[in-house]
């Protein structure tokens, strides 16, 4: 999983990107997995935001990646570290209880918007622990594994001694292989630390409807071959057979043709991508490593990979990194990809 630290130019993010999972992963074998899961859709947050406030059913006790938490009350101070946890709590109506927000990652989803831009934004990547102290949170939601980097000083262990209680998307957990049913896990989890488990029900309906349709649209078509690149130019970093890509191509009416890579991501040489002949290319598109024209430019430009059909014949689907991550943009990854990869079906 991409861990979220700093951003790599454009062609050399592999070697980074591979130091970057190894800390997350190093992160997530440390703990034991929470109940987890995340979505979102314009009519859904909508309705959610006109929902009466959070009422009872506290205390109540998650374990979150091995750190168990007592609620007493939903927490009324959150600052939220990365984009998808942002867009989480947005999506169950949960403004009204965020303080700060850091790291965005790609536009935020048109529906969000104006309540996103509303909360202060702490940092353009991680902020420091003293930044979040300031921001005098009750509690802090991490997107990635590097919200709580222990060497950066941002520790769950430190925001406990500081009174300031830590949650971590379920995706760090250590789970061998993640799903939409992380996603779905995820927003029922939020949903019980906030008090809100019927908004989070509404949300999670909403989602399962929204992937539902998708896969309905291409139901009985042939499985498309599909690459993901992610970035990289010697080598490929591309998604492996444990990522929630993996499950989406598939839902897409698709097939990763690296689903036998042992790994959320890892690095294939450009020999593999020839020989695996990819009728579709999925490229993941993210702040710091290069724009989409610029990657499909680089791949166009390749003349190993001229007679590999997605090339041949320009067949792209581009995914904002945040919809391909255990978050409210995952069930309309289901539905992009389904378009791009059986754009018959939609016609």
Known sequence: MYDGTSRPPLFTPARRRRALRATAAAVALSASLLTAGCGSSQDTA????AT????????????NCGVKTTYDKAPERVVTIHQHP??????????????????????VLPELKRDYESI??????????ETVLEAEPDLVYGGYGSAFAEHEGRSREAFADAGIDTHLNGEYCGKKRVTMQDTYDEVRSVGKVFGVPDRANRLIAD???????????????????????DS?????????????GTELIRLGGGRNVFADLDAVFGDVSWEQVVERRPEVIAIYDYAGAGSVEQKKKFLLAQPALKD????RNKRFVVLPLTATLVGVRSAYAVEDLARGIHPESFA
């Open 46 to 49: 909508q309705d959610t935001k």
């Open 52 to 63: 009466a406030p959070a009422a009872g059913g506290f205390p109540v006790t998650v374990d």
């Open 86 to 107: 942002a867009e989480l709590m947005l999506s169950l109506g949960l403004k009204d209880r965020m303080v700060g927000t850091a790291f965005p990652d790609s536009a």
């Open 120 to 129: 202060p934004e702490l940092a353009k990547k991680e902020p420091s622990f």
């Open 207 to 229: 989602l399962q409807a929204r992937v539902d349709k998708a896969t309905s649209a291409v139901k009985g078509k042939p499985q498309v071959s599909v690459f993901v690149y």
């Open 232 to 244: 990289g130019d010697k080598t490929a970093f591309t998604a492996g057979g444990k990522s929630l």
């Open 308 to 311: 590999v059909p997605a090339i």
